[in-house]
């Protein structure tokens, strides 16, 4: 059974390009969740949906930063533009509804260097 | 403020040993206590996780001891491996905010063969 997909896996950009990051939730997953990986601040949740719907943005740092949930198979991170300081590893996870375990199963990343 | 405070940052132990990372939390309405493991280049998976009506949780070598009158739980490592080599993450989930999950800032454990 296919994990959580993430593309793309590397993106190096410039300073004020669009980057736009891409999910797909594992099939039957009600939520999804977008978090970013830096060291110097951990895993920082930025949006999570639940069944397509953004229910807390409450972590997106600035109106750069936007994400949507077309249907049960796709979401997208966008940045525009980019800054040096979004530099890091973006990780989508998603995760059965409510009443099961909670666990998130997370893809691989989008490691994203913005010169 | 939902945190969740972890230490050590990192953790050399030599092989046989048992590493142990703490954590503490604020929130009393948070009702799952997982742990997750990340090797590099890897998103993070779940390890083991701990609801708060226990105190304590253990699948095969790692065990999770859970205090929730001192809003503190813990993540043993028995005869540790090179293997084991990650970093570890705590974190909670809430119910009240959300249905969200919040991590600790991570555990570097380095094994010595």
């Known amino acids: 059974d296919a994990g959580v997909i993430q593309s793309p896996r590397h993106e190096v950009t410039e300073m004020g390009q669009e980057v736009t990051l891409r999910c797909k939730p594992i099939?039957?997953?009600?939520?999804l969740f977008w978090y970013r990986q830096t060291m110097m601040r951990g895993l920082e949740l930025l949006i999570y949906f639940n069944n397509n719907v953004p229910i807390d943005d409450s972590g997106m740092p600035e109106d750069r930063f936007s994400a949507k949930m077309p249907n049960a198979s796709f979401s997208t991170l966008k940045i525009q533009p980019s800054e040096p300081r979004d530099s890091a590893v973006y990780f989508c996870?998603?995760?059965?509804?409510?009443?099961?375990?909670?666990?998130?199963?997370f893809g691989e990343g989008s490691r994203l260097t913005v010169l | 403020q939902q945190q969740v405070k972890q230490s050590p940052q990192s953790l050399i132990v030599q092989k046989g040993g048992i590493p142990i990372i703490n954590c503490a939390y604020e929130?009393?309405?948070?009702?799952?206590f997982p742990w997750y493991q990340q090797f590099p280049g890897k998103g993070p998976a779940l390890l083991i996780a701990i609801r708060p009506d226990v105190s304590e949780k253990k699948e095969g070598r790692f065990t999770i001891s859970f205090n929730k009158s001192a809003k503190q739980f813990s993540l043993h490592i028995m005869d540790s491996q090179p293997g084991d080599s990650a970093t570890y993450f705590c974190?909670?989930?809430?119910?009240?905010?959300?249905?969200?999950?919040?991590f600790g800032a991570g555990t570097r454990l380095f094994v010595k063969a």
């Open positions: 099939s039957g997953h009600d939520y």
């Open positions: 996870a998603s995760s059965p509804n409510r009443g099961a375990s909670g666990e998130l199963f």
């Open positions: 974190a909670a989930r809430g119910v009240t905010g959300g249905f969200k999950t919040i």
């Open positions: 929130n009393t309405a948070f009702d799952y």
